[in-house]
């Protein structure tokens, strides 16, 4: 693994700033350019036909390859649809997974391996059926099949998969914005950067609160700033519980992510003032079929929620889950989604 940190590095640096590498890579960006176009003219001009639920679907997504921060967002937006009245579902790809020809339709606390980590965090975080299949068209059909009194999906993911007709579309960006601003591979960009004049509204994850001024509600698209605020920790290895700031001012707590970008779950803690002695950035999605902290001496090491899914099996005392809850510079954000989900009139199943 450490081996290939150097090549990731430099990828990371050429896709955010520019250079040789990225210059060089430009033919194949202008190939994937032309796949884009496309693929979006095809169902536009009608030769290839999405699927259109019978109940609103809100696609949350990005174009920035990676984790940017939709799972926290979809959380947070499934929770805020319940409190206004609606039921809501969950549709992902269940990236990781085997799954056959059909999809796979669960609630409450899900097996990661059967469901994917972000579905099983988002099923437990929230109590809201997920459905997971690569082709989200058949995953929103067995969710409604599954639970007809679902009222409104929500896509984890899936901006690029236009087989899913949507209603809303909500982009997940980071500080990063669009990086170099090219398409992969010369850049970290899945789709062009106008792509985001299209979208109904563009949620930066700034990862902690600084105070930063919201901008207009009027703004189209809707831009929010978003943060995440760390609740309580839970010890993974018996349910213990203790708050964050306990663990400030202690020597030798390490913390490890397998996320999309581990620095933004350090630079959290150490927000709360905990002096992190080690981290462990593992890659996006770290399965945990060994343990990765026999290298960690460290009494006490925090990791993601998104990460806890897969410990448990451990068995390792010293882990503890640090969850986070997503906070928003606009706090009309969800009254105006759930508004404009009310202005979609009702349709008939598909």
Sequence with gaps: MSASRPKAS???????????????????SALTARVVARKRARYRDGRATAYRAPVPVVVIGNIFVGGTGKTPMVIATVQALRARGYTPGVVS???????????????????????????????????????????????????????????????????QHLALARDVEIVVQDPRGIGNGRLLPAGPLREPASRLREVDAVI???????????????????????????DDARQIEGGA???????????????????????????????????????LPLPDHHDYARSPFQELAAPIILVT?????????????????????AGFSDPQLFDWLAQALRQRAPRQPA
């Design 93 to 159: 790809r269940g990236y990781g997974v085997k799954l056959g020809p059909q999809p796979r339709v669960g609630q409450g606390e899900l097996e990661a391996a059967q469901f994917g980590d972000e579905p099983a965090l988002i099923a437990r975080a929230t109590g809201a059926p997920v459905s997971v299949h690569p082709r989200r068209a058949l995953a929103a059909q067995a969710l409604l099949a599954a639970h007809p009194r679902v009222d409104v999906i929500v896509s984890d993911d899936g901006l």
């Design 305 to 325: 929620s998104k990460d806890a899914i897969k410990c448990a099996a451990l068995h390792d005392a010293r882990l503890w889950e640090v969850p986070v809850r």
């Design 241 to 279: 519980r203790r708050p964050l700031a306990a663990f400030a001012g202690q020597p030798d707590v390490a913390a490890a992510a397998g996320i999309g970008n581990p620095e933004r779950f350090f630079a959290t803690l150490r927000a709360q003032g905990i002096a992190l002695a080690a981290t």
């Design 10 to 28: 430099l990828l990371a640096r050429q896709w955010q700033h520019g250079g040789w590498l990225s210059t060089l890579l430009r033919p194949l």
């Design 204 to 230: 930066t994850n700034i990862g902690v609160p600084d105070g930063r001024a919201a901008p207009p509600a009027d703004a189209r698209p809707r831009q929010v700033a978003m943060w995440l605020e760390p």
